[in-house]
């Protein structure tokens, strides 16, 4: 995968994850940590990960 395709995947499958657990009905300890999770992961991915891919 590129650049370009990651720019958009890794959000929107954060953004999936945190929808589905709140739909699924998850308590809200665990929507919280899927919040966490994911946004540690994105926040990584765009401070360190992406720099080392080609364009």
Known sequence: MNRKTLDLA???VFGAALA???VLGAS???VRAVALVGGMAVAIYYAAL???LKQ
Do not use: C, D, Q, S
Request: proline content about 8%; charged content about 15%; cysteine-free.
């Open 28 to 30: 809200g300890t665990t």
């Open 10 to 12: 890794v959000p929107m």
């Open 50 to 52: 992406r720099k080392n």
């Open 20 to 22: 589905l657990a709140a």
